[in-house]
């Protein structure tokens, strides 16, 4: 796995993404998982355009790097 920038807007990683997940004791959904990381980082809250791409790191984490249960 290697680090990467998602949100160029607000500089937030891939590591980023994933530090805020691992802090967290569980998600009941990638919508919920989302907002916690926005709250935390603050990405996606600039052009807006890296909205998915954020989504997307953040099913990855969740269902190849930790169980993550409901
Ligand atoms: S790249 Fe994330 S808000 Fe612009």
């Given at each position: ?21 691992n ?6 959904s ?6 916690e ?34």
């Amino acid at each position: 796995m290697f680090d990467y920038t998602i949100c160029k807007c607000k500089q937030v990683s891939f590591f980023d993404v994933e530090d805020v997940l691992n802090k967290s004791e569980k998600f009941e959904s990638v919508e919920k998982a989302f907002k916690e990381v926005q709250e935390i980082t603050h990405c996606s809250t600039g052009c807006g355009g890296c909205h998915d791409k954020i989504l997307d790191a953040i099913s990855e984490i969740m269902t190849k790097h930790r169980p993550y249960k409901a």
